[in-house]
Structures are given as C-alpha cells and as structure tokens.
C-alpha cells in the first residue's frame, strides 16, 4: 500500500496489521529514549490548510520518534485557488524530495487528488478532508477500543484482535463529521455493531446505507448497554451563522441539544461498568459532553491522544518502511 486516503483502504487483516504494529511503536513508547532510527534520511511535511492542534502535533510527534526529518507547512490563508495551489505545493514539495505528505484540506477529495494526479512520487497520509474521511483518526480510535475491550491475559493490549461483537455508538453531529464515515467504515470491517444516534437534521442523506443502525434517541440506545460511546463535536464552523453563534438551523438551542443529545454522568451510568467513552477533540464542553463525563473515570479521551502517536507512528513505518526494516 503506499497511500492511506479512507478507512475503506483497508480490509480487516490489514486493519488488525497496523493496531498490532502500533501496539509494538506504543510498547517502544514507554522506554526512556522513545526515538528509534526507522525512517532517519526521509522526509516527511506535514502540509496543513485547516486548523489542527492535536492532529498535526501527533504526526510531527510520530515521524519525528522514527527519525524523519519533518517539515511543518501551514497552508491556512492562501487565497489561490484550489486546484493550482494544490498542484503549485505539490510540485514544489516533489523538489523537495518529500517521502511523505500528511494533508488536511477543507476540501473533500484533496488528499485523493494529490495522491493521484501525478504531481507527486509521495506516500499521501490523509489527516482529513472536508467532510468525507480521517481514517488514522478511525484507526487510534479503534486501538483505544481494542485495548480496553479486547485485552485477554495472553494478549494484554488485545493484540490480533478484531472488535467482533462489540456495540459502539456515535453520537452527534454526523452530517459534518469525517470522524464519523471513517469510523462507521473501520468499525465495520472490524466486525463491530455501530448506531449512530443525532437529530433528524444532522444524520446525512444517504447515511441509511451505511453498514450501521440509525436513532434519533440516546437514551433508547444507552439502554441497549453499548460497549462504548463516542461523542462527536458539535461542528458549528461547517453550518454557517457561526458569527452569531452558529448551528441555526440545526437545532433549536444549545440546550435543547444538551438535553437530547449530550452525555452528562447521569446518561453515563446507564453504559455498563466496562463501558468506555471516546471523543476525538476538540470538545465543546458544556455542549456535546458535560465537563464532569469528559474528567470521568470511563472516559478514554487523553489515552486518545497518546494512541494517535502509536497509530500513526505505525502508519508512517509501514507506508515508508514496508516490511523491509527491524525497529523492535
Ligand atoms: C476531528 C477533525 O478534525 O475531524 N478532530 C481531530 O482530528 N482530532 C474532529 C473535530 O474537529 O471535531
């Protein structure tokens, strides 16, 4: 394989290959020096047009512990248009001698077409387009899922594992949510149960052929005993009117969609003991998630983050490295 553009890359062995590959980067992580000589002489440019923080931190953090030499390139601001800006960047990234180009783009299918236009002999990582995919988002979220619901005594991290059986629910603001198709995706080729749960005006057209269950009512679902929830961001820079508070439309009233839609620790106690809560940041919080189930003990959100190294440590290795190089 030589780019990652969608969850949809990757069929369930492959999948279960790069959770085990992180699992092994995430074992190198807990050693005093974290910096292993995998991808030293190779560079890897983290080329971002939307915001990031946790993101674009965590790739630089991976390609940086596998030696690579990384380059930092914000694109936000630019005002040429976007099919030659792209293609302007992408030759002057090829000059570069770049190995590696991590995008973020606001627009769906920029990653695809810089992968595929012919501009660029580099492996393409998307870190997200528009609204269509985030798939190393998918993947670390479903190294989270694996280590806490998956782990066995011959297999502490759930190594080898898929998630066959499990009921994961995502919950939110689907319609805007890359997060969201990248997960329903993975999950799915990993044998989980999804259901999505939003109001009516934040599912997507179409979203009823997705490999998935569909519900306007958390706290019918909860009562079902999810092995884990994930809360999506209310993504008010995608629905217009954010200058005046954004979400018109929507919903009736950030608290309206609180009550409906929010997970407080009330809503938190209907999951099972081992149930487990996920978000990918940033999070609104007040709105989407209360400030006391974000902090709670259930909540998976800061291992999230350290997960996202691991995963895309693994990604960049196996994409750059191949099966060519020992790192262990
Ligand atoms: C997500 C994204 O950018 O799609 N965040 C992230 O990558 N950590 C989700 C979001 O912005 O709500």
């Known amino acids: 394989m030589r780019h990652l553009l969608s969850a949809a890359d990757l069929d369930r062995d492959q999948a279960v290959h790069v959770l085990d590959t992180a699992a092994a980067m995430a074992a190198t992580q807990a050693r005093e020096i974290k910096k292993l000589p995998t991808l030293r002489g190779r560079t890897v440019v983290n080329l971002f047009f939307e915001d990031s923080t946790r993101t674009r931190i965590s790739f630089e953090t991976a390609a940086k512990r596998l030696s690579a030499d990384v380059i930092n390139f914000s694109a936000k601001g630019s005002s040429v248009s976007k099919g030659e800006s792209l293609k302007d960047t992408a030759l002057t990234l090829q000059a570069m001698g770049a190995d590696a180009v991590v995008i973020r783009h606001q627009a769906s299918g920029a990653p695809h077409r810089l992968a595929h236009?012919?501009?660029?002999?580099?492996?393409?990582?998307?870190?997200?387009?528009?609204?269509?995919?985030?798939?190393?988002?998918?993947?670390?979220?479903?190294?989270?899922?694996?280590?806490?619901?998956?782990?066995?005594?011959?297999?502490?991290?759930?190594?080898?594992?898929?998630?066959?059986?499990?009921?994961?629910?995502?919950?939110?603001?689907?319609?805007?949510?890359?997060?969201?198709?990248?997960?329903?995706?993975?999950?799915?080729?990993?044998?989980?149960?999804?259901?999505?749960?939003?109001?009516?005006?934040?599912?997507?057209?179409?979203?009823?052929?997705?490999?998935?269950a569909i519900s306007y009512h958390l706290d019918e679902v909860l009562a079902q005993q999810p092995d884990a929830v994930m809360m999506l961001r209310v993504q008010r820079e995608r629905m217009g009117?954010?200058?005046?508070?954004?979400?018109?439309?929507?919903?009736?009233?950030?608290?309206?969609?609180?009550?409906?839609?929010?997970?407080?620790?009330?809503?938190?106690?209907?999951?099972?003991?081992?149930?487990?809560?996920?978000?990918?940041?940033?999070?609104?919080?007040?709105?989407?998630?209360?400030?006391?189930?974000?902090?709670?003990?259930?909540?998976?959100?800061?291992?999230?983050?350290?997960?996202?190294?691991?995963?895309?440590?693994a990604v960049l290795y196996l994409l750059l490295a191949g099966e060519k190089e020992t790192w262990a």
């Open 117 to 212: 236009a012919g501009w660029l002999g580099a492996s393409v990582l998307n870190a997200g387009d528009g609204t269509h995919q985030h798939p190393t988002q998918a993947l670390l979220d479903a190294f989270t899922l694996r280590r806490h619901l998956r782990a066995s005594q011959a297999h502490p991290d759930g190594v080898g594992a898929d998630l066959a059986g499990l009921h994961v629910v995502i919950v939110g603001d689907v319609l805007h949510s890359r997060v969201a198709r990248s997960n329903v995706q993975l999950l799915h080729t990993l044998g989980a149960r999804v259901t999505l749960v939003a109001p009516p005006t934040l599912v997507p057209i179409g979203a009823e052929q997705w490999p998935c």
């Open 241 to 313: 009117g954010a200058e005046a508070g954004g979400a018109t439309g929507f919903f009736p009233s950030p608290l309206e969609y609180t009550r409906s839609y929010g997970l407080d620790v009330h809503r938190l106690r209907a999951l099972p003991q081992h149930g487990i809560v996920l978000h990918p940041g940033p999070m609104n919080r007040g709105l989407e998630i209360s400030a006391d189930a974000a902090d709670s003990p259930q909540s998976v959100i800061v291992e999230q983050v350290a997960n996202g190294v691991a995963v895309r440590m």
